[in-house]
DNA sequence: TCTTAGCACTCTAGCAAGTCGAGTGCTAAA
DNA sequence: TTTAGCACTCGACTTGCTAGAGTGCTAAGA
């Protein structure tokens, strides 16, 4: 059950007078629970507000007419739209932390696995959706940019060898390659030490300018090269989720037809990718409301992201997903609490000298 | 729009004559196709049988006598039971192939990708799904015991250092290592020759049991690449999946409570796992019916599945999950497509001279 | 002996009418 | 400016009814 969110009067500036954020703020929170429209009397009941139902009617039709609230038809309770939702986020206490047992529940199942990437990536999306009761997706960490770092040519029998590919911020690609004549392992290690002093440093553009070699075998293997860096940047991101179930739990997809919406998301080519590398470009949490304006192709759902990683050299995107009426001050908590934890696990993993996310 | 199955007559031993047959075969297509009882009038006139609808009805009292059919009320038409089904996989005609049109499409859009197997992998589950129109899951293929084949130490700084470990059948680990103190590519390099002439060939256990060794950088990678192979052995398979929005479409599984069971198959511990591990041990298309028996703790869905990849080296595992309804015979088809496609795909990747499954 | 026409019976889906309750909006009084 | 009171609205739920699809049985026909 997540916490109540504050309460606080809004932040100078705001165009709402104080008691209509409250109102607006107790709205978010009750419709957040309930998922049902709310009404007048519901609210000042259950909040024990020191003013009448009427009261609150009539400061929820000012809200309404603000364009903060809705009905769903006359005699019903009022639904925040999306403009409320957003300025219900935009003036959200964003610095609140999750509760200290629950970051270190959640921190020592990271430390019970293997020291994997893969799996700390796998098991983020996981813990994210049981903690926010949502679905959660993870993208493995990749940089901005293939660069060239190394490369290994590993002989494992006479006709195949095995090239293991490593690019700037610690991405590898492995690939095993068929030889038509036979090579020992002293001989690609010749090849592969020559490729390391020319192409260390490179990106695939550059590669691709090298005049040709006279060796078959090297230009054989820098094509291969060119074309797995060339591939790597066209690569569309590999996701992990979690925790759909939850999200089809809530009411607002029940219906068939949001319910495939929904699923569009986790399915191949999802509609979220484009998202995804513009969230990336920017530090911190980021909120977006979805199936309106800019974000119309999307269904009705909320993503809370966060960019992770190290910021120059790989960097990936976690996050939550769900319905609108999410829990934002906990969701926000959750997701920046572990775009943190994988961030500092990355940079142990590679090393101290190199600092973790940025703390905007 | 599947074809539909061959109706012929039993093959010998079946305990039912060829007009029960017929007419079981024929509300299991009906059913796969309506979701709806099947009357014995809407049978006779959609089929055009000789036979009245009274005559169908006697008939199919005897199935339900038999446990073949069910009622939902007195006044429905009828549904094939589990057993039903089982009959009906079992006297299948199985050899039938896909439509040549069709597996010339499928192929083709494996030669437009990259030659790599995650890919592959990726793509079958994503083309298995939209061929059939149901959920596809593959597994990527590992060997069944881990044993060592090949290590590689690659100097990335002079405190880290990447360690490429190559498995028989061709799976490989990466792993970051920290050390305390500079080594250079050459020293690291005989390290690696030394662990490669002692361990290969050699499974976990076998390497734990070696005699520790003065220089403490060996025993420090041994210890990790023991870990590594335990850890691998250990390891869930890494499943893709595809078309999970097909099956929530179907009616059975718009309820919530189904919906939410038949979800929880690709959530991160998945009820398959072991019948995925049972079916990697059995060469052919295997039809698993859920939902009864030994397999009550799944939702209503049927599997078909197929193991895939080279059988002494590295197997993974393939198939559909639908609606216990769906049209097993165009299905079976496209899975043993698919698995025999991946097949030769990876004969080809690590070399002609190992056939790909074995043709049961 | 098998097949089939006829008929009574059963059960669901769908529709219409009616009731209940939560909620609004307005007005007038505090 | 707040609030009590009241008329009004609309969806959710219940009840009663009907049409339709389907079965099971019986008796006649091949």
Do not use: C
Not at 136 to 149: E, H, L, N, Q
Request: proline letters at 7%; aromatic letters at 6%.
């Amino acid at each position: 059950m997540p916490p109540i969110p504050r309460l606080s009067a809004p932040s100078s500036g705001s165009e709402l007078t104080p008691r209509q954020h409250t109102i607006l703020s107790l709205i978010v929170h009750e419709f957040a629970q309930s998922a049902e429209p709310v009404g007048s009397r519901t609210l000042v009941e259950t909040y024990g507000l020191d003013i009448s139902p009427a009261t609150v009617r009539n400061e929820m039709k000012v809200l309404e007419e603000l364009g903060y609230l809705t009905h769903p038809h006359t005699s019903a309770g009022r639904v925040p739209t999306h403009k409320g939702y957003r300025y219900f986020v935009q003036h959200l206490e964003q610095e609140a932390r999750l509760p200290a047992a629950l970051e270190r529940t959640i921190r020592h199942q990271f430390y019970q696995i293997q020291q994997e990437l893969d799996q700390w990536v796998q098991l983020s999306a996981s813990v994210l959706a049981q903690t926010v009761q949502n679905a959660a997706i993870t993208t493995v960490p990749r940089p901005s940019d293939t660069i060239f770092k190394h490369i290994e040519l590993i002989s494992l029998q006479p006709h195949t060898m095995l090239m293991v590919l490593v690019f700037q911020g610690g991405t590898m690609r492995q690939q095993l390659i068929a030889l038509e004549d036979p090579w020992t392992q002293a001989e690609l290690s010749r090849l592969s030490d020559r490729l390391n002093q020319m192409l260390t440093g490179l990106d695939a553009a550059r590669i691709r300018l090298l005049e040709p070699n006279i060796d078959p075998l090297f230009n054989q293997v820098l094509d291969i090269v060119v074309e797995t860096m060339e591939h790597e940047d066209a690569r569309g991101e590999q996701i992990y989720r979690a925790g759909i179930g939850h999200v089809l739990q809530s009411p607002e997809f029940t219906l068939q037809s949001q319910a495939r919406r929904f699923l569009a998301i986790f399915e191949q080519p999802s509609p979220i990718e484009p998202l995804l590398q513009e969230a990336r470009r920017f530090p911190g949490v980021q909120v977006i409301i979805g199936g309106e304006e800019p974000y119309d192709h999307l269904p009705d759902v909320s993503l809370v992201l966060s960019r992770y990683g190290r910021p120059s050299q790989s960097t990936g995107i976690l996050g939550v997903i769900g319905p609108i009426r999410m829990s934002y001050g906990f969701t926000i908590s959750a997701v920046r609490f572990m775009a943190d934890l994988m961030s500092s696990l990355m940079a142990g993993l590679y090393g101290e000298g190199d600092v973790g996310e940025d703390k905007s």
